[in-house]
């Protein structure tokens, strides 16, 4: 069965979304699609947890926090490499920024503090190791 938060995602990913990481700008996937990464890092969190903290909007932007938790016990493919299953678990707060252009989601910018997140599953114990 499909996570709740996974199915908001589909729903509101219009073809033509040109989604930012890290200040780069990612390709966007077939409509109603999720960007590989976010899918990857879905199956790799089986028992992933999505909760809508806060929405709100002015003019033609859309801002959304939200916290994303689970056990990483899949191997996912990030923008920046593999991040390898480590069984353990992680709390990931995160904001999205929509602009909207003629009623359709034209671009997302995703923040969220990934040292954090490495730190959570271990990933910078094995980068000083």
Do not use: W
């Not at 916290?67 to 999205?96: K, N, Q």
């Amino acid at each position: 069965m499909e996570r709740p938060g996974l199915r908001l995602h589909r729903r509101v990913r219009p073809s033509g979304l040109h989604p930012h990481r890290g200040g780069q700008r990612q390709d966007a996937t077939e409509a109603g699609g999720l960007h590989p990464a976010r899918e990857g890092n879905a199956d790799a969190m089986p028992d992933g947890k999505f909760t809508l903290d806060h929405l709100t909007s002015q003019g033609d932007t859309v801002v959304t926090e939200y916290t994303s938790s689970g056990t990483r016990t899949g191997d996912v493919a990030l923008y920046a490499g593999t991040v390898p299953a480590t069984g353990r678990h992680a709390t990931v707060h995160a904001c999205d920024v929509y602009e909207v252009k003629d009623g359709k989601i034209h671009e997302r910018r995703t923040y969220l503090d990934t040292g954090a997140i490495m730190n959570q599953l271990g990933l910078t114990e094995q980068l000083r190791g």
